[in-house]
């Protein structure tokens, strides 16, 4: 590996912002985020999502020039924190195609005004679930963090500060009520959003859509203001 100095002092890294999906090698939530730059060694992401230095990740994204999927392995090198929301990453044997990803780059670098925060959106529901609307997060621009279970919704809700809380469950699910309430107890601010059949009574959830109407229902509901 690397070292982290070398990364982040001495290659040249290149502006760009790409939608990356992250998942941890040895099991746990994956993420949905933005790259801020990148090199030949690593990339830097905007996310608020935690992973310890060492972890190792498989960091999923869409070549812009070929227009396919790129597949690649990397470390955490540097955490995220709530003072710099920025995921720092070394990559593994990289394929020649990020070569690629980074030449374009190089080419095209401007300035990414970081001073604006990505709406923040925490995601529940199973694997089969999360994988099956991955592309709309993908596509969102947001950060994305992904649960499956109650201990996840409290682990996120705890560090992080949501826009949105997105379950991807039906009404009748019996995990449903409890995570909508740990989401009201822990960041009532947050909007609590159901995408899947049902309706709305009391307080729990701000608003149920339709799961196949894609982003625009959702974009609406996330910014909607909470009367």
């Known amino acids: 590996m690397l070292p982290s100095r070398a990364v982040s002092r001495r290659t040249p890294r290149f502006r760009t912002d790409l939608a990356v999906t992250l998942t ?14 990148v090199s030949v060694h690593g990339l830097s992401l ?18 812009p020039g070929s227009g396919s999927a ?7 090198v ?3 924190s709530n003072k710099r929301w920025a995921l720092g990453l070394v990559l593994v044997e990289p394929p020649p195609e990020w070569a690629g990803v980074v030449a374009a780059a190089s080419r095209k ?18 694997d089969h679930r999360q994988r099956s609307a991955m592309a709309l997060y993908v596509t969102s621009g947001w950060d994305v963090l992904f649960a499956s279970d109650e201990a996840g919704v409290e682990e996120a809700l ?24 740990i989401a ?12 899947g059949p049902g309706t709305s009574e009391g307080d729990l959830v701000h608003r149920f859509i339709d799961r196949e109407a894609g982003l ?12």
């Open 109 to 126: 670098s401007g300035p990414i005004d970081h001073g604006v925060r990505r709406m923040r959106v925490l995601v529940i529901g199973d």
């Open 158 to 181: 705890a560090n992080v500060t949501l826009d949105a809380v997105v379950a991807e469950l039906d009404a009748r699910d019996p995990k449903l009520p409890e995570v909508m309430r």
């Open 46 to 63: 905007d996310t608020a999502a935690w992973f310890p230095v060492g972890t190792r990740l498989e960091v999923t994204l869409i070549d």
């Open 78 to 80: 540097r955490e995220a």
């Open 216 to 227: 625009a229902p959702l974009l609406d509901a996330v910014t909607a203001v909470i009367k």
């Open 24 to 37: 941890p090698m040895l099991g746990g939530d994956r993420v949905v985020c933005r790259t801020r730059d």
């Open 70 to 76: 790129l597949e690649l392995v990397a470390d955490v």
């Open 184 to 195: 009201k107890r822990m960041q009532p601010a947050a909007r609590r959003i159901v995408r």
